[in-house]
């Protein structure tokens, strides 16, 4: 069965989407963090950095997402939403 999907709701879809990158953002202090504890006398980078990080990723992740929505729901109403296809799948 295909269905179509016409319309995002901006602030929810951003909302969601913002505390993602978030997440993503926490997990990365971790891969940055490593390195920098192993050559912290060669590698010279400020450690505010990497605290503003994830407050920076869901800042900017939270506006592009209201943008791309906004953008997306005014092409569909032109042209018409993604379209899927669902299966309908029995639970054994």
């Known amino acids: ?45 400020p450690i505010f950095m990497l605290l503003l990080m994830p407050l920076v990723y869901l800042l900017f992740g939270f506006v592009m997402t209201v943008i791309a929505a906004w953008i997306y729901n005014l092409v569909a109403s032109v042209l018409g939403g993604i379209e899927y296809t669902t299966t309908d799948i029995d639970k054994a």
């Not at 995002?8 to 971790?30: D, G, H, N, R």
Request: aromatic share 14%.
């Open 1 to 45: 069965m295909k269905k179509q999907i016409t319309r995002f709701s901006v602030l929810q879809t951003a909302k969601v989407a913002a505390a993602m990158y978030f997440a993503i953002s926490l997990l990365l202090i971790v891969v940055f963090a490593i390195p920098m504890m192993v050559y912290s006398g060669q590698v010279k980078f």
